[in-house]
């Protein structure tokens, strides 16, 4: 069965700075996808990035950035120039790469991203 | 274009009681998920909806949860006797898969989430 562990609870960054969600996970597919999601106090939880395990390339959105590390099966968030909207929960979630269905995400326990003056 | 929404968004039960919670999907997608966290854990996928009928249930934790799909448009779970261990933040998500060399490509647009508490 696959897993996601994310090992930091909570984390803080200053308004402008960088910083980086560790993600790691466990399978022994070789095709699959990884997400990072958000949900903000009292919202809903959005799409962040999304990730295809064949694509070598790390994928970006604006402010977000993956470093994805397949061999070493880690998947990371690095969120530059931090901003008070970033506050949120931030979950990392796996999905199996099935051939015609869609199908179940597979999340960690959530890190709670602070975001300070 | 309306999101994903969830109803109640917030219930408080006696042990015993029965609670049906319900999501009203983005209109036009397939999929349909319930997925369930517990305090402090990770999120946890309970069933998989594509139109009426249930692609995979394996996640749903024992004989008292029922979901249901008619029609293929809403979806209700329905938690009948309610225990303590059933506390706990419900969501659920829909999507529209489509495929790509065939491969199914989807993203998941989650609700709200229905906080659950049961006394």
């Known amino acids: 069965a696959q897993t996601v562990t994310q090992s930091q609870p909570e984390m803080s960054v200053q308004e402008a700075e960088t910083v980086t969600l560790s993600c790691t996970y466990d399978?022994?597919?070789?095709?699959?996808?990884l997400f990072w999601y958000k949900q903000p106090p009292s919202r809903q939880m959005i799409l962040v990035i999304r990730q295809e395990a064949y694509k070598q390339q790390n994928a970006t959105e604006n402010r977000f950035s993956v470093n994805f590390q397949k061999a070493a099966k880690s998947f990371s968030l690095k969120i530059s120039d931090s901003q008070l909207g970033d506050a949120a929960m931030y979950f990392c979630a796996y999905r199996a790469q099935n051939t015609g269905t869609a199908s179940k995400l597979t999340f960690g326990t959530g890190t709670r991203l602070q975001v300070t003056l | 274009e309306a999101g994903v929404t969830q109803f109640p968004s917030h219930s408080v039960i006696e042990k015993g009681q029965t609670v049906t919670l319900r999501c009203d999907p983005i209109?036009?997608?397939?999929?349909l998920y319930w997925y369930r966290r517990v305090m402090g854990k990770e999120i946890k996928f309970l069933l998989h909806?594509?139109?009426?009928?249930?692609?995979?249930e394996s996640g749903m934790p024992n004989n008292r949860f029922l979901a249901e799909r008619t029609g293929g448009t809403y979806s209700t779970l329905k938690v009948q006797p309610a225990e303590l261990e059933d506390s706990g933040v419900y969501f659920c998500?829909?999507?529209?898969?489509?495929?790509?060399?065939?491969?199914?490509?989807?993203?998941?647009?989650f609700g709200p989430g229905t906080r659950l508490l049961v006394l």
């Open positions: 209109s036009g997608h397939d999929n």
């Open positions: 998500a829909s999507s529209q898969d489509y495929l790509v060399s065939g491969l199914a490509v989807e993203t998941q647009y």
């Open positions: 399978t022994s597919e070789s095709d699959y996808y």
């Open positions: 909806f594509v139109k009426e009928s249930k692609q995979d």
